[in-house]
């Protein structure tokens, strides 16, 4: 079946730098992908949807400057997290719609850590 | 509003013990309905789906829920548990099956031997 491969699966960076994270569809195109954002327990919410080769759409509250999405092929999406801060602290998680009919393919995610 | 609700946070279930997870939900259109699971620091695994027909879908590992539009819910059961299921079951509902879905809060299975 379709897979998702999320690359790093964890991550631990001071405050201030940047991270970035790469979502893959390895064996099926994706022009559409998802990032949600976990913080501990709680669910998942989304952030945004990359659109391959233009914008990323962002749902409100998230910081589009900071989290910044870049989806420049078929097959790779990828989430940078701008000066990180501890509060930025949490499990990221990508997915990409299958076909009408099927569900969303997920990412292992990335557990990032902010210190 | 668009929502999910998962009223249990925590369920403590002994291995063998028959167990349902609730799910209602408050959706303006005609949902399509899913169930996920996500053991610890990993990512989500689909167990079942509905979209339409037949009201009870089964899923992987010996799942099943019951869609009922009069009630809003979309229950996730299982006849008898076991150890390896202990997890956090998420229920979710989006629009259509593309990914950008309304997830409730999360239900954590622990089992007890």
């Known amino acids: 079946g379709a897979v998702v491969s999320q690359h790093p699966s964890w991550v631990i960076c001071k405050s201030g730098t940047s991270v970035k994270i790469e979502c893959r569809s390895l064996?099926?195109?994706?022009?559409?992908m998802f990032w949600y954002r976990q913080f501990p327990k709680q669910s998942l919410m989304l952030m945004a949807t990359?659109?391959?080769?233009?914008?990323?759409?962002?749902e409100q509250g998230v910081e589009k400057d900071k989290f910044l999405i870049n989806h420049a092929s078929l097959t790779l999406s990828t989430l940078t997290v701008t000066s990180a801060h501890p509060e930025d602290s949490s499990f990221y998680i990508c997915?990409?719609?299958?076909?009408?009919?099927?569900?969303?393919?997920f990412g292992q995610g990335t557990r990032l850590t902010v210190v | 509003a668009q929502s999910v609700t998962q009223p249990d946070i925590h369920i403590t279930v002994s291995e063998g013990a028959s167990l349902e997870l609730r799910c209602n939900y408050s959706?303006?259109?005609?949902?399509?309905l899913f169930w996920y699971v996500q053991s610890p620091g990993q990512g989500l695994q689909l167990l079942l789906k509905?979209?339409?027909?037949?009201?009870l879908v089964q899923g992987i590992k010996g799942f099943e829920a019951e869609f009922k539009r009069s009630q809003s819910s979309f229950n996730l059961r299982k006849p008898s548990v076991h150890w390896s299921d202990a997890a956090e079951y998420f229920c979710?509902?989006?629009?259509?099956?593309?990914?950008?879905?309304?997830f409730g809060k999360g239900t954590k299975l622990s089992v007890k031997p």
């Open positions: 997915s990409a719609p299958g076909q009408l009919d099927t569900e969303a393919f």
């Open positions: 064996d099926f195109q994706a022009t559409t």
């Open positions: 990359s659109n391959e080769g233009s914008k990323a759409t962002y």
């Open positions: 959706y303006g259109a005609t949902p399509y």
């Open positions: 509905y979209f339409s027909g037949d009201t």
């Open positions: 979710a509902v989006g629009p259509r099956s593309q990914g950008n879905l309304i």
